[in-house]
């Protein structure tokens, strides 16, 4: 297990197999020292774990932990990609949707779930910039997604 790997175990969580892209799509690109991942569902064991309009079905704290979820398998389809979590020296960009129900404007607290958890892995280099954006609907009915840029090098940063 890597650094990065036990820092996530550390926190309470393990790192899942990389989730199917439910699409005609690349779950994790790279391009020179750059990955982008796809959007990424709070998906676990196959299954959605939170669906719903967040701000009506689905709790700000629900949603957030949703989110958490989400950059856990932003992680999961890096590793999948064949790229070493301790090769990733900065997480530059996390883009967040929230399926929100009408008058809904808390996106920004919804994605802190994601950028803390980011934070809590990384320290500084999860520190990021981010976008947090209401949708009226996601695919399948998600309450989330997450997708995110990160910096990698060959080597490691330990």
């Known amino acids: 297990m890597n650094i990065v790997e036990a820092r996530v175990s550390e926190l309470g969580y393990t790192l899942p197999d990389a989730p199917a892209a439910v699409g005609a799509y690349l779950p994790a690109l790279r391009t020179g020292n750059t990955i982008v991942t796809s ?3 709070p998906m676990q064991d196959g299954g959605l774990t939170c669906v719903g309009k967040v701000g009506a079905e689905v709790s700000i704290k629900e949603a957030q932990a949703a989110a958490r979820l989400c950059a856990l398998n932003c992680l999961a389809q890096i590793k999948g990609a064949g790229i070493p979590l301790e090769n990733v020296t900065r997480i530059f960009r996390v883009e967040g949707y929230v399926n929100s129900a009408p008058g809904f404007h808390d996106q920004a607290k919804v994605m802190n779930g994601a950028s803390d958890f980011f934070v809590d892995v990384f320290g ?6 981010r976008i947090a ?26």
């Open 133 to 158: 954006v209401g949708a009226s609907e996601l695919p399948l009915n998600a309450a989330v997604e997450v997708a995110i840029w990160v910096e990698v090098t060959d080597g490691s940063y330990t």
């Open 124 to 129: 500084e280099l999860g520190r990021h910039t």
């Open 39 to 41: 959007g990424q569902l």
